[in-house]
């Protein structure tokens, strides 16, 4: 633990801090998100400068006893003005600037904490347990809370179930219901007790093979939180999950590929065993495809997309597997997802070609009288052209996905209405061919989201003709 | 007509339209594919590879419709 280890702080700070601050924003309030920034600002800051400071009093040839005057002067006054006034603002809550401040020195706590855990795998777990401790923590927080975070999805899911009461062609389905009645649930969640008897009543019917969503109005088969959700109907726990089951589903598919790569690369050999042979020739071609259009200078972006197309991949064909549904059958995971890629994308764009550079390109690379004169034309239509990228990446991913969790559930639904004469939990499996037809859609969908992104890649890149 | 019976008889219409119009893409794709690989059987694999590619490109503007008809869908009742 050098004084790398404050610059790996610092970084990781950096990002955690931004999308801190982006969910408080979104769901508390601006001025604290921006105060969380602030804060962790601030203690970066003041970590970095007493590392420069540390660095240059104990050096092997003797302290530099000037400069760590000099830095010490410009510190103490500087930085601590900065804060005094940080404080003093109104706009920024207090409590926000201790959290932010408080953010590096927890990051430290939970770095140090995956290293001491994670210490006989080597270093570079250390991080991931860090960061499992600390989701492992949240989530303790979180959960067991009766009238905390699954209290208000309880009212939501109260009044669908009492839904069926007041529409009788349509028991219990739908957003159009819960849209309608999300509105007034406090009023019926508090008016109707004979309500709620019916409800249960219906509820009962309706809790059959299965799951109705609730927003969408797209039937989905059940899986394990569903199932969870129909067991223990009043707990808010279950409910809590129920609104994140896609994260959660996203987060088990994480765990399991982290945990088969690790298994694979623990002690590597020379001479591969059967699992480190897989994953490398997964690795192998994947890389080879990825270099293949982008040329040996796109080695530096095969991690990124390497890992989109395995991770997408594997989202897709746990929908498959009975009791998971896939994330990707939900638009904010592949928005999330194309959102990351095209971010990426710009980026690369304003690095490789300069900003001036990216701004020509945007702009058609006028060169001479004529295509300067086109320029308020290429502009917009390369921007709108830009914009429409992630919009279609993610649209054709949900859109497949969907379509064939929902041409199976229709087959689910024919198999199980054909020997419904005989009341046995029993079904027809007729959705087997469609079975198969999925596995080669979420396969050709995963490359072509890669293959996509790395064309996108290709052309940010500078490149001669145009 | 209300707004209901308009809906249920526009959105089949709608991803059966755009139905036809992949189906006619992809067909001139896959032939042209075919043919290629008939030409130069060596190629083969990038051949079908690309071919692959396209036809997820093509089947997108389908799946738009698609997406259109699920958006809809919850308001037919």
């Known amino acids: 633990m050098g004084p790398e280890f404050v610059g790996r702080v610092i970084r990781t700070s950096a990002w955690v801090a931004p999308l801190g601050a982006l969910y408080v924003a979104a769901y508390y309030s601006v001025g604290f998100a921006a105060a969380i920034v602030v804060g962790t600002a601030w203690a970066c800051a003041n970590l970095y400068l007493i590392k420069i400071l540390v660095e240059k009093l104990i050096r092997p040839g003797g302290g530099r006893r000037k400069d760590a005057i000099l830095l010490g002067c410009v510190k103490f006054p500087l930085l601590y003005g900065l804060g005094y006034l940080a404080l003093r603002a109104e706009a920024l809550p207090v409590l926000g600037l201790l959290a932010g401040f408080w953010l590096p020195k927890a990051v430290i706590v939970l770095k140090s904490l995956g290293m001491f855990v994670g210490r006989r795998s080597g270093a570079a777990h250390g991080s991931v347990l860090g960061i499992g401790l600390l989701l492992l923590v949240f989530g303790l927080w979180l959960a067991p809370q009766p009238g905390g975070l699954g209290a208000d999805v309880v009212a939501e899911s109260a009044a669908a179930a009492e839904a069926p009461v007041e529409d009788d062609s349509h028991a219990g389905a739908g957003g159009r219901a819960s849209e309608q009645h999300g509105g007034h649930a406090q009023a019926e969640a508090r008016a109707g007790h004979e309500a709620d008897e019916h409800g249960e009543a219906h509820g009962e019917e309706t809790h059959g093979e299965e799951g109705h969503g609730e927003e969408g109005g797209h039937v989905e088969l059940p899986n394990l939180i569903t199932v969870l959700v129909g067991l223990l109907p009043e707990s808010s726990f279950t409910h809590f999950l129920h609104k994140w089951e896609n994260f959660i589903f996203s987060l088990l598919c994480v765990v399991f590929l982290g945990l088969i790569v690790s298994a694979a690369t623990r002690h590597s050999k020379l001479v591969p065993g059967r699992l480190q042979n897989a994953i490398e020739i997964l690795v192998e071609s994947l890389d080879n495809f990825i270099c293949g259009v982008l040329g040996p200078q796109g080695r530096r972006y095969v991690p990124f997309l390497g890992s989109l197309f395995i991770y997408i991949l594997f989202m897709n064909l746990s929908g498959l597997v009975p009791g998971m549904k896939s994330p990707t059958a939900n638009l904010n995971q592949t928005l999330a997802l194309a959102v990351c890629v095209f971010l990426y994308v710009q980026y690369t764009g304003m690095r490789n070609l300069g900003i001036k550079g990216y701004i020509s390109h945007m702009a058609g690379d006028p060169r001479d009288p004529i295509t300067f004169a086109l320029v308020p034309i290429m502009l917009p239509l390369h921007i709108i052209g830009e914009l429409a990228k992630p919009l279609s990446l993610s649209l054709r991913l949900f859109g497949n996905i969907t379509g064939e969790d929902v041409l199976i559930v229709i087959f689910v639904t024919l198999g199980i209405g054909v020997i419904g004469f005989l009341n046995l939990p029993l079904g027809v499996p007729l959705q087997v061919p469609f079975i198969f037809l999925a596995i080669l859609t979420s396969t050709i969908q995963a490359l072509v989201f890669t293959l996509l992104s790395t064309v996108y890649f290709l052309m940010m890149m500078p490149h001669e003709e145009h | ?77």
């Open chain 2, 1 to 77: 007509m209300e707004f209901q019976t308009a809906l249920s008889l526009a959105l089949p219409l709608g991803v059966g339209i755009a139905a036809v119009g992949s189906a006619l893409g992809l067909g001139k794709a896959v032939g042209a594919a075919m043919e290629a690989m008939g030409r130069q059987p060596e190629a083969a694999a990038k051949i079908q590879l690309g071919m692959i590619i396209g036809c997820a490109l093509i089947e997108a503007l389908t799946i738009y419709a698609l997406v259109t008809m699920f958006v809809f869908q919850a308001r037919v009742g």
